[in-house]
């Protein structure tokens, strides 16, 4: 089984609807961050989280909101979807190691989001 | 401000040849290098970090110039299936989150 999970790995929406991308992982890991990543653009940071208590914007946060339910399980929302939000999703988990952060992240397979 | 930068590519190269790749980083303070591979419409995968010294992992040798904020990958005798788009990765100032550059693409050919 992945360590890193997203659902859903596809999704086509209209503009206006309220869309929520979820990842959960079984790394252990605290980190947990949410990019989008767009042809000539590369990956862009929309929010990270530390841990469950603990949420911050990224790059582009803009139109993003994100919630931590668990350790393990981070979810994306697009409140009201707009086609400019139509990009490649990838969450990624990463670890604290305790002496200084080396800063590795491990990605989802990814969600393809088209908004019409 | 680009705060990290290779060349796009593509690099088109024959099984066999060796190919380098550059990237330059514009944070004088990051501390944590990586290269990431990404094949198409994949998530990225970590292919090797980068110390200061220099690192070597089979066909492939990392090297860090902090003093130009430069980072190479080179990769010897390609394959077919090094055919990706490598990522340059770098730590973000306030060292939290990691930046990413836009990729070069490498195709390898038989």
């Known amino acids: 089984d992945a360590d890193v999970t997203q659902t859903p790995r596809n999704r086509i929406t209209k503009t206006g609807k309220r869309i929520m991308l979820e990842c959960s992982q079984t790394?252990?890991?605290?980190?947990m961050y949410w990019y989008r990543q767009d042809p000539g653009l590369g990956l862009r940071l929309i929010y990270y989280?530390?841990?469950?208590?603990?949420?911050n914007k990224g790059e582009i946060s803009d139109g993003y909101s994100v919630s931590r339910q668990a350790q393990a399980k981070f979810s994306l929302s697009l409140e009201s979807a707009i086609p400019n939000q139509t990009a490649l999703y990838f969450c990624?988990?990463?670890?604290?190691?305790?002496?200084?952060?080396?800063?590795?992240?491990?990605f989802g397979p990814g969600t393809r989001l088209t908004v019409l | 401000r680009k705060e990290v930068e290779q060349d796009p590519g593509p690099f088109n190269v024959p099984e066999g040849a060796t190919v380098a790749f550059n990237c330059t980083y514009s944070?004088?303070?990051?501390?944590?290098f990586f290269w990431y591979r990404q094949d198409c419409r994949k998530e990225p995968k970590l292919l090797m970090s980068v110390y200061s010294s220099g690192n070597e992992d089979g066909r492939f040798t990392a090297q860090l110039n902090r003093a130009s904020q430069y980072i190479s990958l080179l990769i010897r005798d390609s394959k077919l299936s090094d055919s990706a788009t490598y990522l340059c990765v770098v730590n973000d100032q306030a060292g939290t989150a990691l930046i990413f550059g836009k990729g070069t693409t490498l195709s390898v050919s038989s």
């Open positions: 790394k252990g890991h605290d980190r």
């Open positions: 944070n004088s303070a990051s501390q944590s």
């Open positions: 989280s530390f841990d469950v208590k603990d949420i």
């Open positions: 990624a988990t990463g670890r604290d190691t305790g002496t200084g952060w080396r800063g590795e992240q491990f």
